[in-house]
């Protein structure tokens, strides 16, 4: 006879219950080094953008391997007018597999673990290449990810100031009022980013911008910077100036070479090339690569998103939702 499968759904908030951005900060450190070491897997993510198409879709399978090896499933829609209708513009789901049996043992919410794993691995990079007495933190961009980010910063390190600039001041505004009630932090919305960004020694750039929203005269020496929007490679956040300026750490070389517009666009000019790239930051996590060198040094932090954090956090999240008995499980 059959055996049944036993198969967890997570919805938004479950996953948001069981994935603090503390703690998913300590296991995309221990994913980025399984990565860093070969204990992990995964190909470029496959992006189908069909012409006329409103949005995009992208496939992002991996392996993780460990006493419980796992396969992962990544498929994520991006749709950019949908923070304007009050929607995450990230929609999809995360599959887990058992690597022993090939079985399907979870499906959870793709948009709730995408907001929580990139804030939590930029929160990881700030902690690793940020001045350790950097406190004052500017977000440029006034979404989903932009509230991510600060949570994640805040509850990783100490910040004494928190400032918000986006396209849209209410908008901005509003976020600003929201993080002020969750936050013991002075919490600011600026109307330009120029005033945002002015003397803050962390920034993250969290927008849908096609074309750079952060310039190298407005930055002061010493700041780290998350760049987290632009995951295509027409898009960009970073003007050249900076890229060229900045010692560049990322996720993966390979997503960085093929996907970040910052990178490409910027290389495409002639001012940076293929070694302006120091170190992925698995390979600063296990030192096999320098992180920041001094105190005035700018460093960014290119964040494309890797399928292997994906799965991390799942079957992390599926563990700890065994251990208590949360979320619901079905026969499959």
């Avoid at 703690?23 to 006329?52: F, H, K």
């Avoid at 390190?157 to 396209?167: C, K, Q, S, T, W």
Wanted: hydrophobic fraction near 50%; proline fraction near 4%; glycine fraction near 8%.
């Amino acid at each position: 006879m059959r055996r049944r499968v036993k198969l967890l759904v997570l919805s938004a908030s479950e996953v948001r219950d069981l994935l603090p951005y503390r703690e998913c900060a300590d296991v995309m450190r221990d994913a980025l080094m399984a990565l860093a070491r070969g204990a992990a897997y995964q190909p470029l993510r496959t992006v189908i953008r069909p012409p006329g198409g409103d949005g995009l879709m992208a496939l992002m399978p991996s392996f993780l391997a460990g006493e419980n090896p796992v396969y992962g499933l990544k498929a994520i829609c991006i749709f950019p007018g949908n923070p304007a209708l009050g929607r995450d513009a990230h929609q999809g789901g995360v599959l887990l597999s058992s690597a022993r049996t090939g079985e399907l043992l979870a499906v959870l919410n793709g948009s709730a673990l995408t907001e929580i794993r990139t804030a939590a691995v930029s929160a990881l990079a700030t902690s690793l290449l940020a001045r350790p007495d950097a406190d004052q933190l500017a977000v440029i961009g006034t979404g989903v990810q932009a509230r991510a980010h600060a949570l994640a910063i805040s509850a990783t390190r100490p910040v004494a100031e928190i400032r918000l600039a986006g396209r849209q001041p209410g908008r901005a505004a509003r976020l600003a009022d929201d993080l002020a009630t969750r936050l013991a932090v002075p919490v600011l919305a600026c109307d330009e980013v120029a005033e945002a960004v002015a003397g803050a020694s962390i920034v993250v750039t969290a927008t849908s911008s096609a074309s750079p929203v952060l310039r190298r005269e407005w930055l002061a020496e010493g700041t780290h910077i998350n760049a987290v929007g632009a995951c295509l490679p027409a898009a960009r956040e970073i003007d050249t100036a900076t890229m060229a300026d900045a010692a560049i750490f990322v996720d993966s070389r390979e997503s960085a070479a093929a996907e970040s517009g910052d990178f490409l666009l910027a290389q495409a000019e002639g001012a940076i090339d293929a070694g302006h790239i120091r170190a992925e930051i698995g390979e600063v996590l296990s030192g096999t690569a320098a992180g920041r060198r001094d105190a005035r040094e700018i460093t960014i932090f290119e964040s494309l998103g890797l399928a292997v954090q994906d799965l991390a956090a799942a079957a992390h999240v599926y563990r700890k939702a065994s251990q208590l008995g949360a979320g619901s499980w079905v026969d499959f």
